[in-house]
């Protein structure tokens, strides 16, 4: 009897994790949808809850409120699901960290920027537009860049640790030329403005990036 009460507990546990991951999602992509469509501010709790068919209550549980929800928004953007898997252990990030080469290391991060951009950015002008005029909006815009300068001072602490650097570039300005170059302001003005092609987008972050921190590549023998 015992073991059949443990087996339904298990079962009911993981069946209600099951559930709240699915209204989770369903919170997420209602959310989406309307701060894209309508912008931060005339976004409401009640109107995602709504798009996702539960109760506000449901959605001030699940993330706090509304700069909860569009902070986890852009979180889950970034990574491609809602998984609770820490940055540094994502898949890309250890390969790239593992990949020798370093040209094909920042070549590669702008292809990976170029397929999460998409995903990412549009939600991170909803929150920056927001932030001139909306203190919560404002808190949540200054997350999102003191996370994204921590990741690009670890990115550039790793090429400086693997001696792949140009002489004369310390950590500071590596730091500074990646957090230039994955801003979402550069991919406004690229893509937004002027129509890029995403890969292109990517692919020019790679070599600019190349062009800015590594030495030169030798001077063919001949």
Sequence with gaps: MADDVNTRRAYDASNRQEQARRTRQAVLAAARERFLRDGYARTTVGSIAADAGVSAETVYKAFGNKPGVVKALFDVAIVGDDEPVPMLQREFVARNMAEPDARRKLSDYGDHLAEVAPRAYPVQLVVRDAAASDKAAAGV????????????????????????????????DARDVLWTMNSVEVWDLLVNERGWPVRRYGA???????????????????
Excluded: D, Y
Aim: hydrophobic share 45%.
């Design 141 to 172: 815009w200054g997350r999102l860049n003191a996370e994204r300068l921590a990741g690009m001072t670890a990115f550039a602490t790793h090429l400086h640790e693997g001696g792949h650097l140009r002489e004369g570039i310390g950590v500071e």
């Design 204 to 222: 020019w972050v790679g070599e600019q990036l190349i062009a800015a921190l590594l030495p030169p590549p030798p001077a063919p023998k001949g």
